[in-house]
């Protein structure tokens, strides 16, 4: 064999090695779609807007609005979750209701203030504060909830 061959067969070889640890290393901070299951168990029409952690862009992510008929379920995707993430926030509203969190409770995972419209769909990156002045816009407490025994995995029942 002449040298070039031999040294583009070692290139190969030594690029195949280099491709096949870096695909056995484990990977930290992979980033993955969480799933949310909402279910609505009330006679009403409810509207819910979630919040969790976008770890692409290293911020809170908002997005409103899910529809959910009365007794009626919908399966949620969350892009670019964290693997190292535990939580999602949610707050809902109906016609006789409101589902939202206590900003003076004292817990280990505290609920959280953000900006939503009723009135439209939105998605926004970060605390939102450029909407405060906005006609339309209010601050709402968001309660947080749990994963439901698996990674990325969401359950909430609206009784």
Not at 8 to 18: A, D, E, H
Not at 56 to 77: C, E, F, H, I, Q
Not at 110 to 131: C, E, H, L, T
């Amino acid at each position: 064999m002449r040298d070039w061959q031999r040294c583009l067969v070692r290139s190969f070889c030594g690029m195949f090695l280099i491709m096949a640890l870096l695909a056995a290393l484990p990977t930290q901070g992979v980033v993955a779609a969480a799933s949310l299951e909402l279910i609505n168990n009330k006679e009403e029409t409810l509207r819910v807007t979630y919040t969790a952690w976008d770890a692409v862009r290293n911020t809170d992510s908002t997005k409103g609005w899910v529809v959910l008929k009365p007794y009626s379920s919908a399966m949620v995707t969350i892009d670019h979750y964290g693997s190292w993430e535990q939580v999602l926030w949610l707050y809902a509203f109906s016609r006789s209701c409101v589902w939202q969190g206590d900003p003076t409770a004292n817990l280990s995972d505290p609920d959280r203030s953000f900006f939503v419209n009723p009135a439209m769909n939105f998605q926004y990156y970060g605390k939102g504060g450029q909407y405060a002045g906005q006609k339309g816009w209010e601050e709402v407490t968001f309660f947080s909830i749990a994963e439901n025994g698996a990674h990325g995995q969401f359950t909430y029942t609206f009784e």
